[in-house]
C-alpha cells in the first residue's frame, strides 16, 4: 500500500483502521438511461488504481450494484493485488432474481445463497464488512442475526454493518440487544445518509452510534452532487447533471433551503481557497461521529478533487458557519 494523501482512522471499536474516505462503488457496471455503462471494467480499475496509490483502502459496494458487475470488477481488479491490503464491505436484501419470490430480504435461504455469490465475484474467501442494506421486517430478529452470527462464525464475514435510507435507531438498538442478550455477533458498523443538507441523524441516530459505539459510514457525503457546487438557483448547464433528468433529485435537493446551505458552502469555499466539495468532504471528516464518508466519482479528477479534502483544514469559525447555515430545529 502506498502511503500519501490519507491518514488512517479507526473504524469504531472494530480494531480495523481505515483511510479517512471510503471508496464507493455503486456506478460501476451500472446501465444509464440510455443503456450505457459510463464506468464499465476498464475505468472502474482505472479508479481503483488511484484510489489505493493514493493510499485508500475502504472499498464499498453491494450484491445489486451494477447487478453484480460492480463486484466482477473489483474481485478482477484485486488479483493484481494484495486482498489483506484492503477492507472490503458489500451488502445485502434487494431482489436479486425477478421470478423467485425469496430472493430478496433477509430470510436466510436468501442470505446463505448471496454470501456465496458476492465472494466469488468479489475472489476472495471473506469479506470484512456485510451490511444489510435495509431491514426486513417480515424476518424474525432472531433468524436474521443467527444467519449472519453464523457466517462471522465461518469465517466469510469479519464484522456486520447496517446500512440505512431511513435513520431508524431503534432498529439498530433491537437487533443488538437480541444479539447482546443470546450471545450472537451484533452490527459494529452502521451506513445512514448523512451531509451538510441531510442531517436528520442527528437527533437520535447519532447519539444511538455513541452509546453502542457503532462505527459511522456514511452514504451520499455530497448529497447526490448539489454540494459540489455546480448548482444553481438558475439550474445548471452541465448535460449530465443528475437534476436535469431525475426528478426526485429535484424535489429533494433544488430548493431554497438547500440553497441557502450552499450559498454557506461557497462563502466558506471561497474564503479558505479550496472547493465547495472538499468543504463539504471536510466538514464530514471533523466530526468526531464519522469514521469514514463513502465518496464516489465518475472519473480520476473528481476522485482526486475529492481526495484532496483529507488534506485541507477548515477554521472552527468556518466549522460552526457550515453547522448553522441550515434549519435543523424540527429534527
Given at each position: 500500500?502506498?502511503?500519501?494523501d490519507?491518514?488512517?482512522?479507526?473504524?469504531?471499536?472494530?480494531?480495523?483502521?481505515?483511510?479517512?474516505?471510503?471508496?464507493?462503488?455503486?456506478?460501476?457496471?451500472?446501465?444509464?438511461?440510455?443503456?450505457?455503462?459510463?464506468?464499465?471494467?476498464?475505468?472502474?480499475?482505472?479508479?481503483l488504481?488511484?484510489y489505493?496509490?493514493?493510499?485508500?483502502?475502504?472499498?464499498?459496494?453491494?450484491?445489486?450494484?451494477?447487478?453484480?458487475?460492480?463486484?466482477?470488477?473489483?474481485?478482477?481488479?484485486?488479483?493484481?493485488?494484495d486482498?489483506?491490503?484492503?477492507?472490503?464491505?458489500?451488502?445485502?436484501?434487494?431482489?436479486?432474481?425477478?421470478?423467485?419470490?425469496?430472493?430478496?430480504?433477509?430470510?436466510?435461504?436468501?442470505?446463505?445463497?448471496?454470501?456465496?455469490?458476492?465472494?466469488?465475484?468479489?475472489?476472495?474467501?471473506?469479506l470484512?464488512?456485510?451490511?444489510?442494506?435495509?431491514?426486513?421486517?417480515?424476518?424474525?430478529?432472531?433468524?436474521?442475526?443467527?444467519?449472519?452470527?453464523?457466517?462471522?462464525?465461518?469465517?466469510?464475514?469479519?464484522?456486520?454493518?447496517?446500512?440505512?435510507?431511513?435513520?431508524?435507531?431503534?432498529?439498530?438498538?433491537?437487533?443488538?440487544?437480541?444479539?447482546?442478550?443470546?450471545?450472537?455477533?451484533?452490527?459494529?458498523?452502521?451506513?445512514?445518509?448523512?451531509?451538510?443538507?441531510?442531517?436528520?441523524?442527528?437527533?437520535?441516530?447519532?447519539?444511538?452510534?455513541?452509546?453502542?459505539?457503532?462505527?459511522?459510514?456514511?452514504?451520499?457525503?455530497?448529497?447526490?452532487?448539489?454540494?459540489?457546487?455546480?448548482?444553481?438557483?438558475?439550474?445548471?448547464?452541465?448535460?449530465?447533471?443528475?437534476?436535469?433528468?431525475?426528478?426526485?433529485?429535484?424535489d429533494?435537493?433544488?430548493?431554497?433551503?438547500?440553497?441557502?446551505?450552499?450559498?454557506?458552502?461557497?462563502?466558506?469555499?471561497?474564503?479558505?481557497?479550496?472547493?465547495?466539495?472538499?468543504?463539504?468532504?471536510r466538514?464530514?471528516?471533523?466530526?468526531?461521529?464519522?469514521?469514514a464518508?463513502?465518496?464516489?466519482?465518475?472519473?480520476?479528477?473528481?476522485?482526486?478533487?475529492?481526495?484532496?479534502?483529507t488534506?485541507?483544514?477548515?477554521s472552527?469559525?468556518?466549522?460552526?458557519q457550515?453547522?448553522?447555515?441550515?434549519?435543523?430545529?424540527?429534527?
Amino acid at each position: 500500500m502506498v502511503a500519501s494523501d490519507f491518514d488512517t482512522t479507526r473504524l469504531g471499536k472494530t480494531g480495523l483502521k481505515v483511510s479517512e474516505l471510503g471508496l464507493g462503488t455503486w456506478r460501476f457496471g451500472h446501465e444509464d438511461d440510455q443503456g450505457n455503462i459510463p464506468i464499465g471494467k476498464e475505468r472502474a480499475h482505472t479508479l481503483l488504481d488511484r484510489y489505493s496509490s493514493l493510499g485508500g483502502n475502504l472499498i464499498d459496494t453491494a450484491n445489486v450494484y451494477g447487478e453484480g458487475l460492480s463486484e466482477q470488477y473489483i474481485g478482477e481488479w484485486l488479483e493484481d493485488y494484495d486482498r489483506r491490503d484492503f477492507i472490503i464491505g458489500s451488502k445485502i436484501y434487494w431482489p436479486t432474481r425477478d421470478t423467485d419470490p425469496n430472493a430478496s430480504g433477509l430470510n436466510r435461504r436468501h442470505i446463505r445463497n448471496q454470501i456465496d455469490k458476492i465472494l466469488s465475484r468479489l475472489n476472495t474467501t471473506y469479506l470484512d464488512i456485510l451490511y444489510v442494506h435495509r431491514w426486513d421486517e417480515t424476518t424474525d430478529v432472531g433468524t436474521v442475526m443467527r444467519t449472519l452470527t453464523n457466517l462471522v462464525s465461518d469465517g466469510k464475514v469479519n464484522y456486520l454493518g447496517f446500512s440505512t435510507s431511513i435513520p431508524n435507531a431503534w432498529r439498530v438498538v433491537r437487533a443488538n440487544e437480541y444479539a447482546k442478550k443470546h450471545g450472537l455477533e451484533p452490527f459494529s458498523i452502521v451506513q445512514p445518509q448523512y451531509n451538510l443538507v441531510t442531517r436528520q441523524i442527528e437527533s437520535q441516530y447519532l447519539p444511538m452510534c455513541r452509546t453502542y459505539d457503532l462505527a459511522v459510514t456514511t452514504w451520499s457525503p455530497l448529497a447526490g452532487g448539489f454540494l459540489t457546487g455546480k448548482y444553481s438557483r438558475s439550474g445548471t448547464k452541465q448535460e449530465d447533471a443528475r437534476g436535469n433528468r431525475d426528478d426526485y433529485f429535484e424535489d429533494r435537493y433544488l430548493t431554497e433551503a438547500n440553497f441557502k446551505i450552499l450559498d454557506a458552502v461557497r462563502e466558506v469555499s471561497n474564503e479558505e481557497g479550496i472547493s465547495p466539495t472538499q468543504v463539504s468532504l471536510r466538514w464530514l471528516i471533523e466530526n468526531e461521529d464519522v469514521s469514514a464518508p463513502i465518496i464516489g466519482a465518475r472519473t480520476v479528477e473528481q476522485l482526486e478533487e475529492n481526495i484532496k479534502s483529507t488534506t485541507v483544514s477548515l477554521s472552527q469559525n468556518h466549522i460552526t458557519q457550515l453547522d448553522k447555515s441550515g434549519d435543523w430545529s424540527g429534527y
